[in-house]
């Protein structure tokens, strides 16, 4: 009786699903959105172009999903934190700035996390980030319009906008440290 082969992709789409949406975000950390071809993301997924567009129909279509398995394992970290802190006032923003420091301090190589801010800032991927900011502020309403709150965010995003995609040296790691506690003390009730 001869063995069973070993399980192929073809078994497994979610593998190779996995593979795109890892591979795109390589690629985009290393060439920008502008110079990201589905050639290039299919090789570094290890599949052909064809596999590609059987599991997505278009670049912006793998982009769109890339972008939303970001956010989606950004959420998890953020809700596992609020799940961990006392609910209350400040609760998301004191998660959200936590997580996204967490994320920078985290970097130990160039484009290590995947998106940098200038692929973020591409108009569909921006629009992207900001219906997830709005759905996540509509559960936390008193957030939206709380200006400590609001500052406390723009902190975490203007750090992440100057330092995301590359490793922090030491004065910035001990920088980074020192503004996220400041940003912190914004989500205390004043």
Known sequence: MSASPAPTRRKAPDLVRQALLDATARVLGQNGSAALTVQDVARAAGVSKG???????S???????????????????????????PAGHGCFTRAYVQVTFDHLLQ?????????TMANLLEPAMLAHWRDWMRG?????????????????????????????GRPLDE???????????????LCEPA
């Open 51 to 57: 596999a590609l567009f059987h599991h997505f129909s």
């Open 59 to 85: 670049k912006q279509a793998l982009l769109d999903a890339t972008l939303s398995a970001m956010l989606d394992d950004f959420e998890q970290d953020l809700r596992a934190h609020m799940q961990l802190a």
């Open 107 to 115: 970097q130990t190589r160039d484009n290590d996390i995947g998106l």
């Open 136 to 164: 996540m502020l509509a559960q936390f309403p008193g957030e939206a319009t709380d200006p400590r709150l609001y500052a406390a965010r723009c902190a975490a995003d203007g750090y992440w906008a100057t330092a995301y």
């Open 171 to 185: 004065e910035e790691r001990r920088n980074a440290l020192a503004m996220a506690a400041e940003a912190l003390k």
